[in-house]
T-cell receptor, first 111, second 114 residues
Framework: GENVEQHPSTLSVQEGDSAVIKCTYS??????FPWYKQELGKRPQLIID?????GEKKDQRIAVTLNKTAKHFSLHITETQPEDSAVYFC??????????FGAGTQVVVTP | EPEVTQTPSHQVTQMGQEVILRCVPI?????FYWYRQILGQKVEFLVS????????KSEIFDDQFSVERPDGSNFTLKIRSTKLEDSAMYFC????????????FGPGTRLTVL
């Protein structure tokens, strides 16, 4: 089955700097890669996703890149703000729709 | 904007008791999921459901678990005889037309087994 590895587990950045979170996956059949943001005690909220026919996608300060050959994908947050502080999860799914999540990255943005 | 809803928000139960967690998926969605998240850990897939039957289940989803869509709006997860290690946040999710559509998560039910 699919195995998703996520790094780093914690990430501290100064406000205004960029944050990068990296994930790798094992199942070459995986074709959908969402990123979720989870604030303490809240539900995971989708922030961006990418499908296997695309190499990069951007939405304002957030971008995701996908390298299918290497089986890795990354989340980039630019111009970080204190409200970006949360746990971020990457996930991968195959055609059956089962999301396999990474272990999460605790992002702390310090003013 | 439509959202997935879940009840109750917090359920406390004694070990060995049965619990039913309830979810109302987004109304035009066809695929439903249950996930769980043990405190401080990652979200784990339990089961997916489509067309009134289970599509896929994980090794966590053993005989103690069952799911049901009792009517046109509710989707339930039943744990027959709860164990201490079932304590977790349980999230319901739904997606629209196919399995690889975006999955929208409900607010979760925190299950505490004493």
């Amino acid at each position: 089955g699919e195995n998703v590895e996520q790094h780093p587990s914690t990430l501290s950045v100064q406000e205004g700097d960029s944050a990068v979170i990296k994930c790798t996956y094992s199942d070459s059949a995986s074709n959908y890669f969402p990123w979720y943001k989870q604030e303490l005690g809240k539900r995971p909220q989708l922030i961006i996703d990418i499908r296997s026919n695309v190499g990069e996608k951007k939405d304002q300060r957030i971008a995701v890149t996908l390298n299918k050959t290497a089986k890795h994908f990354s989340l980039h947050i630019t111009e970080t703000q204190p409200e970006d502080s949360a746990v971020y999860f990457c996930a991968a799914t195959d055609s059956w729709g089962k999301l396999q999540f990474g272990a999460g990255t605790q992002v702390v943005v310090t003013p | 904007e439509p959202e997935v809803t879940q009840t109750p928000s917090h359920q406390v139960t004694q070990m060995g008791q049965e619990v039913i967690l309830r979810c109302v998926p987004i109304s035009n969605h066809l695929y439903f999921y249950w996930y769980r998240q043990i405190l401080g850990q990652k979200v784990e897939f339990l089961v997916s459901f489509y067309n009134n039957e289970i599509s896929e289940k994980s090794e966590i989803f053993d005989d103690q678990f069952s799911v049901e869509r009792p009517d046109g709006s509710n989707f339930t997860l039943k744990i027959r005889s709860t164990k201490l290690e079932d304590s977790a946040m349980y999230f319901c999710a739904s997606s629209e037309r196919k399995r690889t559509d975006t999955q929208y998560f409900g607010p979760g039910t925190r299950l505490t087994v004493l």
